[in-house]
């Protein structure tokens, strides 16, 4: 019973290349963001969005496109991929609602740029 | 731009002790949340604060928060070797909406 689940979980691929990572919760959630862990470790938020609202960094380039087909599913498609892409990016969802504050994180999709 | 900073960002210590990891946060927030990671692993949530004078305890781990003082601290009691992760801060806010801006993360090893 994953609560938030990604795929792939390791995605290799050459420079300009566009490619897609999904994600899914099944905790019934309102918000779902991507965030982006670097060689450092360091985790910077990319995107939220919540009944169809998004959030975007402004430090995001705009080859990062989110898109969300139902509440359960945001998706991170990237285009024309440079190699400073390379990174783990996370998928997460929270609600809004009192007391369900906590961010649930999925497991993570290892992003090698050749 | 909210800031969040969080010391040490390395520390070895042994098992037994106590240690204590401190978290700052350059705006209000009405949140601020305590994630452990294991190397090559996802981000498991371990503490929510959310009002000041908040304390959480879960097993060796106690987190409380002053947001007089935008400051957050983790506390390690009599530290055992599975204790051994990197372990975040985050405040709610700072890119937009609900998302999270971290801290560096602090690398926590434990020696028997």
């Known amino acids: 019973d994953t609560a938030v689940s990604q795929t792939p979980k390791y995605l290799v691929t050459q420079m300009g290349n566009d490619k897609s990572i999904k994600c899914e919760q099944n905790?019934?959630?309102?918000?779902m963001y991507w965030y982006k862990q670097d060689s450092k470790k360091f985790l910077k938020i990319m995107f939220s969005y919540n009944n169809k609202e998004l959030i975007i960094n402004e430090t995001v380039p705009n080859r990062f496109s989110p898109k969300s087909p139902d509440k359960a599913h945001l998706n991170l498609h990237i285009n024309s991929l440079e190699l400073g892409d390379s990174a783990v990016y996370f998928c997460a969802s929270s609600s809004r609602l009192a007391g369900k504050e906590t961010q649930y994180f999925g497991p993570g999709t290892r992003l090698l740029v050749l | 731009e909210l800031k969040v900073e969080q010391n040490p960002l390395f520390l070895s210590m042994q098992e037994g002790k106590n240690y204590t990891i401190y978290c700052n946060y350059s705006t209000t927030s009405d949140r601020l949340y305590w994630y452990r990671q294991d190397p090559g692993k996802s981000l498991e949530s371990l503490f929510v604060l959310l009002s000041n004078g908040a304390v959480k305890q879960e097993g060796r781990l106690m987190a409380s928060l002053d947001t007089k003082a935008r400051l957050s601290t983790l506390h390690i009691t009599a530290a055992v070797h599975d204790l051994s992760a990197t372990y975040f801060c985050a405040v709610r806010g700072g890119g937009g909406a609900d998302g999270l801006t971290f801290g560096k993360g602090t690398h926590l090893i434990i020696q028997p």
């Open positions: 905790l019934g959630h309102d918000t």
